[in-house]
């Protein structure tokens, strides 16, 4: 469920969305892009994937796809792509979308042979970029060493305002009575971030990790209509804190019609966002996809294996997982024991999961199923049922007056029947299992999984069952 914060967002850029938006990018000839389009449908977008995916190299053609106004030193394609003595840049592309006002203009830079191109005509816009320099321990930054010394004297401070201190303590969750970007006698050049805790003023050299990289963020100017990019935005800070920076930064977004991208490897990041804010670069033997919808389960799955299946089963949700693995169970467990049944999220991811399929871009044996609702795709196997799987388990279910479920779940068969035909008088079925749930007091997924267990045993013939089956285990047997 999304926050306060989050909703907010969406309700604002839903009804008038921003008038100066990076609207897509395509990447060319770059660290393994060959011309695909990442879309940014969304003020806060998330791009996540394997280390090597592809994930800086897209924020980084964001960043030099416009000019900074007023003069400002830009960014430049040449100092994020350089040639190097292993590496010579040609024939590479970073085309771009631009939304200003109610016009949009497609931008490029370009290297056909030994020079950047195009950089004059780029579209002017406030960008700020943020790598992963800021993780960095103070003292191992370049020239800030020798600004850890006595004789050094605090020259000028820029505080922070009362509400700029409160979202800092709000983020990491510590009263802060102070906060402050510090600049010395001897380098005017370069800040040194300080918080005062209990009366007791901290540096950036005694601060930790997290605490420094929040200030150094919360410290930066964001102009309206500004662009930031942010290069593992999670680094450094535990999951409650990642979760509230997400919910300032889409105030910040709302407040001040900002566009702000950011790479993650984290999951808690991933679940602050609608799906049509996480883009998930899948780098597999046949090149780069980029699927946009994830859900965050997906996302892990592809970065992480816990058991090391023989083969990937992709689902829309958690209610078409528990099914696949109860009709699994129910013909053949061992089967089950061989693969890893993940839901991906939207129906578009698993219609594009299924295009990586035909084009044989897998590493290893893979199924898409897509909900009874979809339409038949390329690659992609439906469910059985003609509709969601909640409307199908609930209906069938219903016509065998609901056995097994009730002792299933340790609860009476009227208090069932009752909280169940409840549920199928409201309008979305994705709210069906919590009403049930929420009325019997038992956890939602149990609660599915014990249907799920009744409706294979009972309902689903054997045919069905057989051919479901038959499906994952040909992909495993697959040459």
């Known amino acids: 469920m999304m926050s306060r914060e989050m909703r907010r967002l969406a309700n604002r850029w839903n009804q008038n969305p921003w008038p100066q938006h990076l609207e897509w990018i395509e990447i060319s ?75 949009s203009f497609v931008t490029s830079v370009r290297k056909p042979t030994t020079r950047w191109r195009g950089n004059p005509d780029r579209r002017e816009r406030n960008v ?23 004789s050094v004297a605090e020259e000028a401070t820029e505080n922070f305002d009362a509400d700029r201190l409160a979202r800092l303590s709000a983020v990491l969750g510590r009263d802060f009575s102070g906060a402050r970007q510090s600049l010395t006698d001897v380098d005017p050049g370069r800040r040194v971030p300080v918080v005062t805790v209990d009366g007791q003023d901290y540096s950036g050299f005694h601060q930790g990790a997290g605490e420094s990289t929040v200030t150094d963020l919360l410290a930066l100017p964001l ?96 209610e078409a997982r528990i099914l696949i693995e109860e009709v699994l169970s129910d013909v053949d467990r061992n089967l089950l024991t061989r693969v890893l049944v993940t839901p991906y999220g939207a129906a578009s991811v698993g219609q594009a999961l299924g295009q990586m399929i035909q084009a044989d871009r897998f590493s290893r044996p893979t199924v898409v199923y897509l909900d009874g609702d979809q339409d038949a795709a390329p690659g992609c196997y439906i469910i059985p049922g003609d509709d969601a799987p909640e409307r199908v388990v609930f209906a069938e279910l219903a016509q065998q007056n609901w056995q097994g479920v009730a002792d299933r779940i340790n609860r009476s068969h009227a208090s069932l029947v009752d909280a169940c035909q409840t549920a199928r008088t409201i309008p979305d079925h994705h709210d069906w299992i919590t009403s049930v749930a929420d009325a019997l007091v038992v956890g939602g997924n149990d609660l599915w999984r014990a249907m799920c267990i009744s409706y294979v045993q009972h309902c689903l013939q054997a045919a069905v069952k057989e051919a479901l089956t038959t499906q994952i285990r040909d992909a495993l047997e697959a040459p």
């Not at 800021?134 to 600004?147: D, E, F, K, W």
């Not at 935005?233 to 300032?248: F, G, M, V």
């Open 223 to 318: 102009p309206r209509y500004g662009l930031v990019l942010i290069d593992e935005i999670e680094t450094s800070l535990h999951p409650r804190a990642q979760r509230r920076l997400i919910r300032d930064l889409a105030t910040r977004a709302r407040l001040e019609n900002l566009q702000i991208i950011v790479t993650t490897h984290s999951p808690f990041v991933l679940e602050e966002l609608p799906p049509q804010a996480r883009i998930q670069i899948v780098q597999e033997a046949g090149g780069k996809q980029v699927v946009r919808g994830v859900s965050p389960e997906f996302a892990l799955s592809k970065m992480d294996e816990d058991h090391h299946p023989e083969a990937d089963v992709y689902v829309e949700d958690d």
């Open 128 to 150: 700020e970029y943020m790598d992963l320099r800021r993780t960095q321990p103070i003292y191992a930054r370049v020239g800030y060493s020798r600004l850890a010394k006595s």
């Open 29 to 103: 000839g770059l660290r393994g892009w060959d011309g695909q389009r990442i879309d940014f449908t969304f003020p806060i977008v998330a791009i996540v994937g394997a280390n090597g995916a592809g994930k800086s190299t897209v924020i980084q053609a964001a960043a030099c796809s416009y000019r900074l106004p007023g003069g400002a030193r830009s960014f430049f394609a040449s100092e994020f792509f350089p040639d190097t003595p292993w590496e010579t840049v040609t024939e590479a592309v970073i085309r771009a979308s631009i939304r200003q006002g109610d016009h």
